[in-house]
């Protein structure tokens, strides 16, 4: 067998390069070398003969070896490799198994769960709880690596034998351990580094680099691209945008709009309209209100209503909608997904005819981010107990969400002075009767400096 020194080397180079790109990066820990006589006495408890590769690896790199990494935030991986996040690579002589008796212990269970172990030999395992395991049952001297989805109870050909599977990961880059990190390359013989995928993708991991809001910012395209790989925009960012030509960036989004993508680009791309653009974006805004277009889920139009349309008129669109399209049966976090971006008490004044237990479903969040005032706290207090509960779990959320984030953008109008709030919420506690709405209550006024 040929020497294998050189994986070390091509590992430690991987490390070295996602590092060097800011990435997480744990370090290679490597065993001692295994000894013959270890080797035959793990053979002998195990009751079976090791893969000659495997015996080979243990003997010449380490009874166990270990890395991780994972990319940078701002690292753009192609949009068709999303899923690859992180890489590594694991094993330890001393955590080789035998996993017929799993399958048997399952067949006594009475159920076919894990029936697929039997005559495997699990040798490393993913972050998931999936295994890797020899198949032991192939009447060859090396055996098959395969991977079990232990949610599936399925099993996944990977490489014919432990160098195989060794070299190949290694040469596209070490990519995690979990299936759907790796199965861009599956063909019938597993791992296959030379399909057109496989190119693409070590062409990519060949040249990559983390990507910076400077190295963006003057290309409009890659700009908006960098907002949604990351998933989020902030000031600084919506600054950027807007020295663009606003025609130009507007029809650039809506084209990308137009495109297959998941719920949360489609999420991003509209906040950018919504943000950068607003008003100047109102007559398109309108507009899909009467196209009804398919490939906008209507929680975006919502989005949409509240940043580029006034109140006057966006907002008893979506209130409209919502009670059509729900029968009036509407649910706390449908609630909030459509109005809890118009920030206004008149959602407070249309939540009273509707709101319903349970409130912690969506209803509290909606009253805080629809600022709701003091008298507002006053009456809901005074009303029924949905509307009251709703309130104290409000307040509680406040308070919650104001120690964590000190750009925390909720505020409650119109506070009295502080003994008067603490007068009342103490007599809002004293009638409460069960546990989960005194102790939320007490929490507020134990944090009450966070409303002043």
């Not at 890489?87 to 017929?100: D, K, P, R």
């Not at 008796?101 to 029936?115: I, K, Q, T, V």
């Not at 495997?120 to 098959?144: C, Q, T, W």
């Not at 040469?171 to 597993?190: A, N, R």
Request: hydrophobic share 35%; glycine share 6%; aromatic share 12%.
């Amino acid at each position: 067998m040929k020497d294998i020194q050189f994986l070390i080397s091509k590992w430690k180079e991987i490390l070295q390069k996602v590092e060097k790109n800011n990435g997480k990066v744990y370090q290679m820990e490597i065993g001692e070398t295994a000894t013959l006589q270890e080797i035959e006495a793990k053979e002998k408890e195990l009751g079976c003969q090791l893969p000659p590769s495997y015996k080979y690896i243990v003997q010449n790199i380490g009874k166990s070896l270990s890395f991780y990494y994972s990319f940078s935030e701002d690292t753009m991986i192609p949009s068709e490799f999303r899923e690859i996040f992180s890489g590594e690579i694991h094993w330890n002589i001393n955590f080789l198994q035998n996993l017929t008796r799993l399958a048997d212990e399952g067949m006594e269970d009475g159920e076919d769960y894990g029936s697929t172990l039997r005559g495997k030999l699990e040798f490393s395992h993913a972050g998931n709880g999936d295994i890797y395991a020899f198949d032991m049952s192939v009447d060859r001297v090396e055996k098959p690596v395969i991977y079990w989805d232990h949610e599936e109870d399925t099993i996944t050909y990977v490489a014919d034998s432990f160098i195989n599977y060794l070299l190949r990961i290694t040469e596209l880059g070490c990519i995690g351990s979990e299936k759907w990190q790796f199965e861009y390359f599956l063909s019938e013989s597993g791992v296959d580094t030379a399909s057109q995928a496989a190119v693409r993708w070590k062409q990519w991991f060949e040249t990559f680099s983390e990507t910076t809001l400077e190295d963006v910012k003057n290309n409009m395209k890659q700009l908006t691209a960098f907002v949604v790989y990351r998933g989020k925009l902030d000031e600084e960012t919506i600054t950027l945008l807007q020295k663009f030509n606003r025609n130009e960036l507007f029809q650039f989004l809506l084209n990308e709009l137009h495109k297959e993508g998941a719920f949360k680009d489609q999420k991003l791309l509209c906040e950018m309209i919504g943000r950068v653009l607003g008003q100047n974006a109102e007559t398109w805004v309108s507009s899909i209100w009467g196209a009804k277009p398919d490939y906008m889920d209507t929680r975006l139009r919502s989005y949409l209503t509240s940043m580029c349309i006034s109140k006057d008129k966006g907002l008893p669109l979506v209130i409209n909608f919502l009670e059509q399209e729900c029968n009036k049966k509407i649910s706390g976090y449908e609630a909030l997904s459509h109005l809890g971006d118009f920030h206004s008490r008149d959602v407070i004044s249309w939540m009273e005819n509707h709101v319903k237990f349970p409130v912690t479903e969506g209803w509290d969040e909606l009253f805080l981010r629809s600022n709701f005032s003091w008298d507002d706290l006053k009456r809901w207090t005074s009303l029924e107990e949905k509307h009251e509960a709703t309130a104290i779990h409000a307040l509680e959320k406040y308070v919650h969400e104001k120690a964590a984030n000190n750009k925390f953008p909720y505020v409650i109008s119109g506070l009295p002075a502080k003994s008067e709030f603490i007068n009342f919420l103490v007599e809002l506690r004293n009638r409460q009767v069960l546990k989960k709405r005194i102790l939320p209550i007490e929490n507020v006024i134990q944090n009450i400096e966070i409303f002043y």
